[in-house]
């Protein structure tokens, strides 16, 4: 090999090497950094695209979770208050077969008059009140509500709503019920007897929808956590493995600079040819 001032071949080599290496100590530290082997599309970009396009799912499956908890908080107001209507239905009952009693009063039958009909404003103060966010399955304001169900928002849960507003097609009690007579509180009691039956078969509908959604839900909920995880399989980088592979190339940084310090001595032999 010549012997030159102008090019100094091994002092080329070894600057090569040194920019390797610096260039892979870099990308170690980036991935030490962020904890991601791949972190944009240079780095891998097939990889880099496969889990972009799962990130945006696990996105929109976090939209979905959103409407399927907000389902959930509609269904579980609207079951509280059917469950204390119904009590109030069962409270009323009693008032109704007491006022059938012909041995009583006047003053007592007024009584549970009144009785009966603090009941009923109360159930009609109950039903007003089962409201979230501006649903209330409960007053017949909506037949249905559709929450979705998958990422694409192709697929709904329906929540079906149960109007037990007074004189309805649940509760036939009318809220101008009476029990001032024995022949109101008869007529009364075949109502009621009719409504306790029909208010207990729509909760039990009600509470069906409820748990539809509810184990919809964790579906979504466990989904999103196995595409996280498909995620970090494809990216996440493993930093124990790393912290190994920057040691080694500290080392090997050094030895490189090293190598150049002593290929840049190398035109100094040529002043000795000169003495």
Known sequence: MALSVHTNDAALIALQNLNNTTGQLQDVQNRISTGLAINSAKDNASVWAIAQGQRADIGSLGAVKSSLDRATSIADVASTAGQTISDLLVQ?????????????????????????????????QVIQNANFDGANMLNGSVSQIKFIANADATGFITLSSQNLSLGGSIITVP??????????ATNVLAQLTTSISQTNQALGNL?????????????????????????????????????ARLQALQVQQQLGTQALSIANQAPQVILSLFK
């Not at 959604?213 to 579906?219: A, D, G, K, R, V």
């Open 207 to 243: 509470g069906s929808q409820s748990k539809e959604i509810t184990n919809h839900n964790t579906f979504v909920q466990q989904l999103s956590d196995q595409l996280t995880t498909g995620v970090g399989n494809l990216v996440d980088a493993d930093l124990a493995k790393e912290s």
């Open 175 to 184: 809220s101008t019920a009476s029990l001032s007579t024995i022949t109101f």
């Open 92 to 124: 009323m009952k009693t008032k109704v077969v007491a006022a059938m009693d012909p041995s009583i009063d006047t003053a007592s039958r007024t009584a549970l008059d009144s009785d009966f009909k603090s009941i009923l404003r109360q159930i009609t």
